[in-house]
C-alpha cells in the first residue's frame, strides 16, 4: 500500500482531562500537536461536537505520508499518556 494513511478519530475528554488547570490542558494539547508534526503528520480538520452529541466531544481527519508514522504517533501519544485523558476511536483509510 502506497500514499497517505487517513486517520479519522473521535474523542471524549475524561474526568482526568478536567482536573488539569487551563494552563495544563493547553501545554498538553501543544505536545499533542507537536507529536503529531514529530511523526510527519498534519491534521486536515478538528470538529468540536460536544454540543450535538453525548459521546464525543469532537471528532477529526488527520493524514500521514505512511504506516510507520501513524505508529511512531501512537508511540509518541502513549509517551505523552494522551489516552489518560482521552478516550477516543480511531479509522484507519486510504483514498479509494
Known amino acids: ?35 503529531l508534526e514529530k511523526a510527519g503528520g498534519k491534521s486536515l480538520v478538528i470538529y468540536n461536537s460536544s454540543w450535538s452529541a453525548e459521546d464525543w466531544d469532537g471528532f477529526g481527519l488527520e493524514e500521514f505520508p505512511d504506516i510507520e508514522a501513524v505508529q511512531k504517533h501512537t508511540q509518541l501519544l502513549n509517551e505523552l499518556n494522551w489516552l489518560r485523558y482521552v478516550r477516543s476511536s480511531t479509522l484507519l483509510g486510504v483514498k479509494m
Open 1 to 35: 500500500m502506497s500514499g497517505p494513511i487517513y486517520k479519522s478519530f473521535r474523542l471524549k475528554f475524561t474526568e482526568a482531562w478536567y482536573q488539569l488547570s487551563q494552563d495544563e490542558q493547553n501545554s498538553l494539547l501543544a505536545k499533542v500537536t507537536e507529536a
